[in-house]
């Protein structure tokens, strides 16, 4: 005669082991330390967002730079603020009248500022990024001169000679981790100090 299924597995289960409170404190002791080193992993993640808005800016730069070198064209860095957050490109400098030179040059507090938001259409734009929203810029100084980039679009110009405008910013990530960005008027070349 054969056993009827459910009578098998009833005695199974009876005569299988169970766990004892040794064995599910040592699993529980483990899972804490593999949550415990996962932690610091996911931090390191998660403030990524302003290393890549580094990365990205940094990009800029040198794309700005080497193309002003090699077309003997004046580039610029845009920093705009519009819908979709913090954005970042690279364009050729606009042609301007002798006249125009003039005033933008004779009046400091145009240099490093242009009205409207974003890069301008037509102008060759090389490069174009966006920040993370977490991440902003706490402290925008182009020349000596502070720039709001949420109320205008920040201009920072590289010549063919390899030189820049001068730079003094720090981008900042959740108000916690910053980054400060200086660039080299004589060389164009940047400078990152801060975090890791």
Not at 56 to 75: C, H, N, S, Y
Not at 97 to 118: D, H, K, L, Q
Not at 122 to 128: I, T, Y
Request: aromatic share 6%; no cysteine; proline share 4%.
């Amino acid at each position: 005669m054969k056993p009827h299924p459910l009578v098998n597995r009833w005695v199974i289960v009876r005569s299988g082991r169970a766990f004892t409170l040794i064995e599910l404190l040592v699993a529980m002791a483990i899972a804490v330390l593999l949550m415990m080193t996962a932690i610091p992993y996911f931090r390191t993640a998660r403030k990524s967002a302003l290393v890549r808005a580094t990365n990205d800016l940094l990009e800029a730069f040198q794309q700005a730079r080497v193309k002003a070198i090699l077309t003997a064209q004046a580039m610029q860095v845009v920093i705009f603020v519009d819908d979709g957050g913090t954005g970042i490109g690279v364009e050729s400098v606009p042609d301007l009248s002798p006249i125009e030179r003039f005033e933008s040059e004779s009046n400091p507090e145009s240099v490093g500022a242009s009205e409207g938001a974003g890069l301008a259409k037509g102008n060759g734009v090389a490069f174009e990024a966006r920040f993370d929203d977490e991440v902003a810029f706490s402290r925008l100084l182009i020349n000596g001169r502070s720039v709001d980039s949420a109320d205008q679009a920040a201009v920072i110009r590289f010549f063919p000679n390899g030189t820049s405008d001068a730079l003094d910013a720090e981008l900042q990530w959740l108000r916690q981790d910053v980054r400060r960005i200086s660039l080299d008027i004589m060389t164009g070349q940047p400078e990152v100090r801060g975090g890791q």
